[in-house]
């Protein structure tokens, strides 16, 4: 420990240092991620088709895998400012807990309201709306983390926000549809029957408690068949990770303000903007040959789109009206175990980090939710924070890391990002609690439907 007495519990950078430009680890890579399809042509979605759902200058960030630095402008810098930078901190406790030779930090991203890292993208999306002179944008939520951040970024520019959320959770999570509501938002249970997606989706699976997929389509249809609307995401997209970049790029610069030099850097993977974000400056390095990191996706058992699904592509959505994307994904058709309480439940994965990934430039592994919450609950006993369960996934990985380095004796630096906070999910910290969580992993036969609706192309 003694030559790390020097290192703060908590590394903030100051004001002016600040990212003041995003960073886009396209630029740096050889084998660019496939272009998103039009699955009526099976031609790449020029930018005019892409500008009927999305907003203009966030096409424009989807398509360009060239610039390198995209400054941020001041609106949304300024609305940074409100809760960044977010700390890079020390688990000098967890160390302790562990008696683990390792060094270990994490970037957290629970401190706002909305309590994750959604709200980097959010900003910016509303942000661009805004510009556009729009009247709103339509999203889905799954656990509603999203939701709650971009109800937040359209209260505070003035835009209407209308969210499908996944009625599972618009049903257990109430508390998160009200956040949503108080900051002005309209939350609608999906699917339901205010699209034409949404009642095909209701009358081939009556009692369905929904998907993010299928939500997704909902939104779509919401956007593209109102006046002044455009539909968001949070997760998946190029332009989804370029915002979250700002995560990467502040740690880094913690990172180097004190001489930490990490080996290894964890994240949960859902759709991979969390993860994307906080590597892709470190990944940057990695590409261009200067230095060299071992990346860790980590992703639920029982929806493992990295370590069992195949890279193809497929649908986005469930209502298979969006583009395709080329992504390792389970098929648009695969929908969660209704006993998988983690988060972190999309069939697919970010066509840059599969892309990434496909090339070994990263590993990934999955883990199964009671070992999760095991390690949610030792690590807030220690540090502190109640952590959100898909933070948990990569608290996890850490752990079982800074673990072997107790084994060898290694010196290791482990960086892993606390993506937010765990509050509204006590439904399934209680299920832990009373015993009740089970450990689910879908068979090669229960994946087959998934991959069954794959698209031919
Ligand atoms: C949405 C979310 C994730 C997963 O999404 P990614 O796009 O994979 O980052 C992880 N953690 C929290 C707290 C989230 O809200």
């Known amino acids: 420990m003694s030559t790390n007495e020097k290192i703060p519990y908590k590394i903030y950078l100051s004001e002016e240092e600040m990212p003041k430009e995003w960073y886009n680890v396209r630029a740096d890579m050889k084998n660019k ?13 020029t930018a ?36 960044r930078p977010s700390p890079l901190v020390r688990a000098y406790c967890l160390e302790e807990k562990l008696q683990t030779p390792a060094k270990i930090y994490y970037k957290f991203e629970g401190n706002n309201t909305s309590g994750s890292h959604k709200l980097n993208s959010a900003i910016a999306q509303a942000y661009y709306a805004k510009k556009q002179g729009l009247k709103g944008v339509t999203t889905e939520t799954g656990a509603g983390q999203w939701g709650t951040a971009l109800s937040m970024a359209c209260s505070y ?20 549809r009200e956040v949503m509501r108080t900051y002005g938002a309209s939350v609608t249970p999906s699917p339901s029957d205010t699209t034409e997606v949404g009642k095909k989706i209701l009358a081939e699976h009556p009692g369905t408690t929904g998907s993010l997929g299928c939500a997704i389509s909902e939104a779509v249809e919401y956007a593209v068949t109102h006046e002044g609307y455009r ?11 370029l915002h979250q970049s700002v995560i990467g790029l502040e740690a880094k610069k913690a990172c180097e303000k004190y001489g930490i030099e990490p080996d290894v850097i964890i994240g949960c993977a859902g759709g991979g903007s969390n993860l994307g974000g906080l590597i892709s400056p470190f990944m940057g390095e990695k590409l261009r040959g200067e230095k060299d990191y071992r990346f860790i996706a980590v992703e639920p058992a029982s929806c493992p789109s990295f370590t069992r699904g195949k890279f193809a592509y497929d649908f986005c959505d469930t209502g298979q009206i969006c583009p395709l994307a080329k992504m390792y994904t389970l098929g648009s058709g695969f929908i969660p175990s209704a006993s998988h309480a983690g988060g972190l439940r999309f069939h697919g994965m970010s066509p840059v980090l599969s892309q990434l990934y496909h090339d070994g430039m990263m590993d990934a592994v999955a883990v199964e939710q009671t070992a999760v919450f095991e390690a949610a609950e030792r690590f807030a006993r220690v540090e502190g924070i109640l952590p959100a369960p898909e ?47 089970s450990d689910y992993v879908p068979t090669d036969e229960d994946l087959k439907p998934g991959f069954d609706s794959l698209p031919d192309l």
Do not use: W
Request: negative net charge; proline residues 6%.
């Open 391 to 437: 933070s948990s996934h990569a608290i996890k990985v850490a752990i079982d890391e800074a673990l072997k380095c107790k084994e060898t004796g290694e010196e290791k630096t482990i960086l892993f990002g606390l993506t937010g906070t765990g509050y509204f999910d006590m439904v399934a910290y209680e299920k832990f609690h009373n015993g009740e969580m």
């Open 33 to 45: 991620p496939a272009p998103l399809v039009n699955p009526g042509t099976g031609k790449p979605m």
């Open 48 to 83: 005019e088709e892409l500008s009927g759902v999305f907003c203009k200058e966030l096409v424009d960030q989807e398509l360009d895998d060239d610039t390198k630095n995209i400054p941020i402008p001041e609106e949304i810098f300024n609305f940074y400012k409100m809760y």
């Open 231 to 241: 539909y968001v995401l949070g997760s998946v997209l190029n332009q989804v990770l």
């Open 157 to 176: 520019l003035d835009l209407d926000c209308v969210v499908y959320m996944v009625k599972v959770s618009y049903e257990q999570k109430p508390f998160r």
